[in-house]
């Protein structure tokens, strides 16, 4: 299994990482992807699809994407966190920063698009999606997608999520998370997505979830945290588990899970 943040397949500076294509290697059964892109010309839906894996997307936020081939050495400006990066453009919900506003008005490749989560599998299975609203300072729109999959005759329950921050209100977003599950107590359920939020942070908010894979995810070229994560209820345990840098700002959560019960046992 893999939770990747795909950051729209392009780096802060709007450069091609070839995240998708690296995540497409590892040959998951199912993987979770924050970030994924809608676009006239990069649908990575469709890559998915191409490759075996189906599910469902949801666009939390329209934009654009800068695609060209210059930047600096980093892998974003220096000063990204402050002026905003150059890759993703979203304006949807609030305006962009001037500094955005310029390098937008001055790029070459620009294409409009989607913004999103999807969760996808090669295993059948129903999705349904459920709206968490939108905190007041985020940009986006926040959505959880549940999947009920049949896995080796056995029902599997995945939830996605790409959280919000801790600084824009997340806590509040994490209740419903919270409230909408217990309510279904789907059995065994597995929970997957780029939190934005330390584990130690995260398990209050998140009670009676066990992690299945801890490594450092956060910056990829530099990762000092873990914010992604892959939490579960249920009787699982982790064969092998890792992050990998696969282009994008966060490294790529990967891990083999055995399900109890299940006869041919690993769920990848």
């Known amino acids: 299994m893999v939770v990747c943040n795909l950051h729209a397949g392009v780096d802060g500076w709007g450069r091609p990482s070839g995240s998708l294509d690296k995540v497409l290697a590892l040959e998951p059964d199912i993987a979770i992807l924050p970030e994924t892109w809608r676009g006239a010309s990069t649908d990575m839906v469709d890559e998915l699809a191409r490759a ?14 800068v695609a060209t081939t210059t930047g600096g050495r980093g ?7 402050f002026t905003g990066e150059r890759g993703i453009h979203l304006s949807e919900h609030r305006q962009l920063s001037r500094a955005q506003r310029h390098f ?30 939108r905190l007041p300072r985020e940009r986006v729109e926040r959505y959880m997608i549940l999947a009920r999959l049949t896995v080796d005759s056995r029902v599997l329950h995945v ?8 600084s824009h209100g997340s806590p509040w977003m994490y209740a419903r998370v919270r409230r909408h599950l217990d309510a279904l107590e789907p059995l065994p359920l597995l929970l997957g997505g780029d939190f934005n939020c330390w ?4 398990r209050p908010l998140l009670p009676g979830y066990e992690t299945r894979v801890r490594a450092k995810t956060w910056p990829a ?15 699982f345990r982790t064969t092998s588990s890792g992050a990998l840098d696969v282009g994008s700002d966060h490294r790529a959560l990967v891990g083999d899970l055995v399900l109890a019960g299940v006869e ?3 769920v990848s």
């Open 75 to 81: 892998w974003q400006p220096p000063l990204a966190h």
């Open 221 to 235: 070229y530099r990762a000092h945290s873990q914010i992604d994560h892959l939490l579960s209820r249920g009787p």
């Open 52 to 65: 075996g894996l189906e599910g469902r997307f949801v666009p939390l936020a329209r934009g654009e994407r």
């Open 264 to 266: 041919s046992g690993e």
């Open 159 to 166: 939830a996605a999520l790409h959280g919000a921050h801790l």
């Open 104 to 133: 937008l008005e001055n790029s070459p490749v620009r294409e409009p698009g989607e913004w999103g989560l999807s969760l996808v599998s090669r295993y059948p299975g129903e999705y349904t999606v459920v709206p968490l609203g």
């Open 199 to 202: 584990r130690p942070l995260l």
